[in-house]
């Protein structure tokens, strides 16, 4: 069966500390994998994977693949209390005719003052 | 940036009644647009994909007749809840992705909050 598992499900920190985000996939015909982040409405694109081994970064986020391994990693430096959000992983796949995205449960990360 | 929109953000309506809500993508033409629900403390469920012009493809689980999905154009699909129940209380939320190279993210729109009484 097809699947994304994310861990941690929950984080605690303090501010600037680091944390890494796991998230591993069993999907049929993987096209991408993207990670959200979502505070109280709908998630918002954070980065999209699609290559192993290739860094993305933005600010103080970046993010890696490995498709040989099928997981990805997400880390958050120097942590703020913005960054307190549920952090979502979702694989595209094209199993069938047609794609389809496979989310994660989420890892809920909460930065404390 | 590429912006989705849902209309109406929030909606409460009785049971046995149909609620329609749309997903309009801005500035650019979405070929594709997903249908999600948000469960309380749960991720996003994929209820359908819709592609311009065609049927949409329904997850398994979800009632087709029930969740009526039009993406009549490149810019504008709808959701409607027919009969709704308040088991269909729910964030409702839609993604766009547009065609071409390059541009293969999905945009998310801002949610609809059903409540069913």
Known sequence: EDKVVQSPLSLVVHEGDTVTL??????????????YKQEKKAPTFLFMLTSSGIEKKSGRLSSILDKKELFSILNITAT??????????????????FNKFYFGSGTKLNVKP | GAVVSQHPSRVICKSGTSVKIECRSLDFQATTMFW??????KSLMLMATSNEGSKATYEQGVEKDKF???HASLTLSTLTVTSAHPEDSS???????????GFYEQYFGPGTRLTVT
Do not use: H, M
């Open chain 1, 22 to 35: 796991n998230c591993s996939y069993e999907v049929t015909n993987f096209r991408s994998l993207l990670w």
């Open chain 1, 80 to 97: 703020q209390t913005g960054d307190s959000a549920v952090y979502l992983c979702a694989v595209e796949a094209n199993p069938y005719d």
């Open chain 2, 36 to 41: 999600y629900r948000q469960f309380p403390k």
């Open chain 2, 68 to 70: 009526l999905i039009n």
């Open chain 2, 91 to 101: 964030f409702y939320i839609c993604s766009a992705r547009g065609s071409g190279t």
